[in-house]
């Protein structure tokens, strides 16, 4: 199994930036995609943004030009940038690996409260 922990979260006002970390460990297939996903009070987690093994970037609408992904491979982390921020940013945050191909196997971390005040 992989294991995820995140960290950076916390409360911040309208406008200022955070930083997420994912400490990834365990063994890691070649060959995968890291997402970060967010889930508010009341509503179904959603993906945020993720990155493949090769480095290419999606991201969902809502964050596009705010929040930015990367990850550093030798120090086995996962980033994101969050500049920007709303209060609808509010939620949970968790960090998400998965191989490519899945087979149906994912893993998660323990997630990470961001609260944006107005």
């Known amino acids: 199994q992989v294991q995820l922990v995140e960290s950076g979260g916390g409360l911040v006002q309208a406008g200022g930036s955070l930083r997420l970390s994912c400490k990834v460990s365990g063994i890691i297939q070649s060959s995968n995609v890291m997402g970060w996903y967010r889930q508010a009070p009341g509503k179904q987690r959603e993906l945020v943004a993720s990155i493949f093994s090769g480095g290419s970037t999606n991201y969902a609408e809502s964050v596009k030009g705010r929040f930015t992904i990367s990850r550093d491979n030798p120090k086995n982390m996962v980033y994101l940038q969050m500049n920007s921020l709303k209060p609808e940013d509010t939620a949970v945050y968790y960090c998400?690996?998965?191989?490519?191909?899945?087979?149906?196997?994912?893993?998660w971390g323990q997630g990470t409260q961001v609260t944006v005040s107005s």
């Open positions: 998400n690996y998965s191989p490519v191909p899945s087979r149906g196997r994912d893993d």
